[in-house]
C-alpha cells in the first residue's frame, strides 16, 4: 500500500497568500482542511480547482477563529476526515489601524483572536497529532511584530506575541514537533489601500525593490515544513531586506 499522505490544515485559506500556500503544500503531496471564515465562494472555488487535480484531498472547514470552542473542531474535523495531521500554518490574520485614543476593546480582542490567541490555542489542540506525525507549525507572523507600525499598536503588540509562540513552542514541542515562522515584509497590499505615495515610499526602503509575492511565501512554507529537518524556532525574514534599512 502506497504511504499515505501528510495533511495540513492551513487557517484563512481561501484567497490572497493562504490560497497560494494551499495550492503549493497540495503540490507538495499534501492533503488540505481549508478554514476560512466567510469567503465561501473564493474557498469553494480553490476546492474545486485542488480536488481537479486530486480527488479527496481536501475539506472545507468554516470558523470564526474568535470563537474559542471552534478551535479544537476544526483540528478534530481535520483528523476526523483524514486520520492524521502532519502541519498547522497559521496564517489567518485580521489588520486594522489602531491609532492611539481611538483603540477600544472590541478591537483589541479581534486583532489579537486571529493573530496570536487562535494560532496558540490551535496548536495546543494540534500537539498530540503533530507529534506523532513527527510534523510541524509554520506560523505567518510580520516584520511588524519586531519594528512598529505608526497608528498599528494592538496588531503590532499581537504579531510580536505570535512571534514568540514560534519561539516557546519550539522549545515546548521539541524534539517531535518543529515550530517556525515565515516573517512577510510588503507582499500583497491591503484591499483597502489606496495610498501609492506610502507605498512607494516603502518600496524606496526595500534593498530588492519590488513587493515579493505569495508564491514566495508559500514557497518559504513549504520549505520550512518539508525541508528543514534541523530548522526550529526560527524566523525566516521574507522581507526583500527591508529590515536592513527599516
Known sequence: M????????????????????????????????????????????????????????TQLLPADLGEFDRLPELVAQTVGRFGRLDALVNNASSFTPTPIGTATPAQWDQVFASNARAPFFLAQAAAPHLRAAHGGIVNLTDIYGERPLREHSLYCMAKASLLMLTRSLALELAPEVRVNAVSPGAILWPEESANVAAQEAMLGRTPMGRTGTPAEVAEAVRWLLVDAKYSTGQVLHLDGGRLLNA
Open 2 to 57: 502506497p504511504a499515505p499522505r501528510p495533511v495540513a490544515l492551513i487557517t484563512g485559506s481561501a484567497k490572497r497568500i493562504g490560497a497560494q500556500i494551499a495550492r503549493t503544500l497540495h503540490g507538495a503531496g499534501y492533503d488540505l482542511a481549508l478554514h476560512y471564515r466567510s469567503s465561501r465562494a473564493d474557498v469553494e472555488a480553490l476546492s474545486a480547482e485542488l480536488e481537479g487535480i486530486r480527488a479527496g484531498s
